[in-house]
């Protein structure tokens, strides 16, 4: 079983940037496409971008599409969200996943979450 661990959230000003990592443990990443998923309080949680497991292929929510880059490193089995141009509703605690089926927009692993405050 493969264990996750996310970092990089904070507070930022709308228009700023962040970058999420997504460390894994246990198992490679190399065997999964790996999605980002975000949860609003109050919200259910919801697909944000997902990344194929040789980073060929990439599946973007549209309420990210040309603000959000994803990519991974296998080698250091690590996942990585760049996030610009962020906007207050893109504030949310964000979970990355592994996924079975990389279009499926469906996590299996989780790991814990990091929160993204964005500030107007």
């Known amino acids: 079983q493969v264990q996750l661990v996310e970092s990089g959230g904070g507070l930022v000003q709308a228009g700023g940037s962040l970058r999420l990592s997504c460390a894994a443990s246990?198992?490679?990443?190399?065997?999964?496409?790996v999605g980002w998923f975000r949860q609003a309080t109050g919200k259910e949680r919801e697909f944000v971008v997902a990344?194929?497991?040789?980073?060929?292929?990439?599946d973007f929510a549209d309420s990210v599409k040309g603000r959000f880059t994803i990519y991974r490193d296998n080698a250091k089995n690590m996942v990585y969200l760049q996030m610009n141009s962020l906007k207050p509703e893109d504030t949310a605690v964000y979970y990355c996943?592994?996924?079975?089926?990389?279009?499926?927009?469906?996590?299996?692993?989780w790991g814990q979450g990091t929160q993204v405050t964005v500030s107007s």
């Open positions: 246990g198992r490679t990443l190399r065997s999964y496409a």
């Open positions: 996943a592994t996924m079975t089926y990389f279009l499926s927009r469906q996590g299996d692993y």
């Open positions: 990344i194929s497991w040789n980073g060929g292929s990439t």
